[in-house]
């Protein structure tokens, strides 16, 4: 984690590389894990 | 775009095209308070900005601040424009990979909340014959293009009262799915009554994910899941459940339970699972209609979002004592999630994901399954709809009037559209209280990322909650 004394950045931001390399449809259905009754997809994992 | 709050201590700010995410002190955080949350940033620091802030910081940090930040937004990582709108209609035309498979509209159960009235879905009590089974099995390859990995739920009603057909099915989609180049990821939801020994190595031993039904407190548990005769199921399924567990191995299971207006402390909830010895948790606010006495109403939010704030504390203090346990809507990766094009329309229900009825109708997810108007075709009769199809490929958070400009939209990826459905009577009318809560919940999650973070966690990381060092600044 890259600190200054102001800011902590805590992630590799990625989005935007995902977005081009992204696409592959392996992943999983969010609702087959746990939910059935709402949506977050952040917590799915990636396939690639 | 940026969402910036307090939390826990922290003062973050997410960056939300490009998903950076940032701890600041107070200098940082009261400069960004000085600009729209679209910035960007001007090259100069505004004469108002430090006159503001003069009282409180001095100049020179005030301008330490300020290239700190500038340089931040030179990397992309501040204010980064919103430029995935290109990619919204990909994948629109996408296979279909995931299914849930109503192997019963019968319950053992009549719990309270169900949104499957009771069980069969309003649609009458009845079980899948394997013949269905079989079609929808076919089904799934048939349309799954190039799919490799395909996920099928067996889910209900009750799924182990039609087990028999469950373990013929499990049995004839592996009996092709070499041939077919596929491999199938089963998945059981269940209420936990007829689990016995052999059904429990059965589920270990075959199934990818065992979704396992309880509320918590064995009062709270019991107040809504009860047999037809009224009785609870707590001290039935609790011990059935360890059992499961225990024998689990390497294979994911998530305890599942429903919060009503009636268990708002639900991290006591949360604390019994852990007292019971599971460690793979959710919880969930209840589906119903607002009217009813035990739903979640909009007054009920500041409750429920100073109950998510305790848990979220609870979690952190646990993890410092050196115990790990997940709560589903807290975990979110940071670093390696799913990708933006996976984010822009989220569960893919009606697109990559559909259910199937025992009398072998296909709707756009299980939710879905009853609503006539949203009936896609039959698998007896080999209808399907195209066109229903595109429109719920269509609905992702640029075509969701409320999510293009909303800091959420890649985390939450337009909500849950059953819903939106249900309450707002249109699958691209988000439902405000949903993402009232969504947003608290991320919130949170983010909240623990960045407690942490402080604590060098990022040692003890089993990936689902990684932290590693950043190196675009270094």
């Known amino acids: ?35 059935k009754t709402s949506c977050t997809v952040a917590n799915q994992k990636c396939e690639k | 775009m940026i969402h910036k709050y307090r939390l826990g201590g922290y003062s973050i700010c997410l960056d939300v095209h490009s998903g950076a995410v940032h701890v600041l002190d107070d200098a940082a955080y009261e400069i960004l308070d000085c600009f729209d949350d679209n910035g960007p940033l001007p090259d100069e620091l505004p004469e108002r900005v430090t006159e503001k802030l003069s009282g409180r910081f001095d100049e020179g940090e005030i301008e330490e601040t300020w290239e700190a930040l500038l340089e931040l937004q030179g ?11 290109q990619f919204a209609d990909m994948m629109t035309r996408a296979p ?9 509209h019968d319950c053992n159960l009549r719990c309270e909340y169900c949104f499957a009235a009771k069980g069969d879905f309003g649609q009458g009590r009845c079980l899948m014959p394997l013949e269905t089974a079989k079609k929808a099995i076919d089904f799934i ?36 799915e070499k041939q077919y180049n596929k491999n199938f990821r089963f998945t059981i939801t269940t209420n936990g009554l007829l689990l016995d020994d052999d059904k429990i190595d059965y589920i270990n031993r075959e199934m990818n994910n065992a979704v396992l039904s309880l509320d918590g407190r064995k009062e709270v548990n019991d107040r809504m899941r009860v047999t037809p005769n009224g ?27 429903t919060f009503t207006k009636y268990n708002l402390d639900f991290t006591n909830d949360i604390l019994h699972f852990r007292e019971l010895g599971f460690d793979q948790l959710s919880i969930e606010p209840v589906v119903s209609d607002p009217k009813l006495d035990y739903s979640i109403k ?90 229903m199809k595109l429109d719920f490929a269509k609905a992702n958070v ?31 009318r988000s439902h405000k209280t949903s993402c009232a809560l969504e947003k608290k919940r991320l919130e949170c999650a983010i909240m623990i990322k960045a407690a942490l973070a402080e604590d060098g966690d990022a040692k003890e990381c089993d990936g689902d909650d990684c932290i590693e060092p950043c190196s675009i600044l270094k």
């Not at chain 1, 102001?6 to 992943?27: M, R, W, Y």
């Not at chain 2, 009398?359 to 039959?378: A, L, S, T």
């Not at chain 2, 939209?409 to 337009?414: A, D």
Request: charged content about 25%; hydrophobic content about 30%.
């Open chain 1, 1 to 35: 984690m890259k600190a200054t004394k102001h800011i902590k950045t805590l992630n590799n931001a990625n989005l935007k590389e995902s977005a081009v390399k992204g696409g592959c449809g392996e992943c999983q259905a969010s609702c087959q894990s746990a939910c």
């Open chain 2, 75 to 85: 990397h992309g990582l501040l204010y980064s424009p919103d430029d995935y709108e």
């Open chain 2, 96 to 104: 279909i990979k995931s299914m849930c498979i109503n192997i019963s």
């Open chain 2, 141 to 176: 390859i048939a349309n799954s293009g190039t799919r490799r990995n395909l996920e099928v739920d067996f889910f209900g009603g009750e799924p182990l009262m039609n087990f028999d057909v469950v373990k013929q099915t499990v049995e004839y989609a592996r009996s092709i």
């Open chain 2, 231 to 257: 009785k609870g199921c707590y001290d039935v399924i609790v011990p059935k459940y360890q059992k499961l567990v225990a024998g689990r191995g390497d294979k994911d299971y998530y305890i599942r339970g």
């Open chain 2, 298 to 387: 909009d007054e009920d939010l500041p409750r429920v979002f100073e109950e998510y704030e305790r848990l979220a504390d609870t979690i952190i203090a646990s993890r410092r004592r050196g115990d790990r346990y997940n709560f589903f809507h807290f975990m979110i990766d940071l670093n390696q999630g799913p990708c933006a094009i996976k984010r822009l329309r989220g569960c893919g229900c009606g697109n990559e994901y559909v259910a199937v009825t025992p009398q072998g109708d296909i709707y756009p997810c299980h939710q879905f399954v009853g609503m006539e108007q949203f009936r896609m075709g039959n698998l007896n009769d080999g209808t399907f709809d195209t066109e």
């Open chain 2, 398 to 428: 640029y075509s969701k009037e409320n999510c293009r400009d909303c800091w959420a939209k890649f985390y939450c990826s337009g909500g849950c559209n059953a819903n939106n459905y249900q309450y707002e009577g249109d699958i691209r």
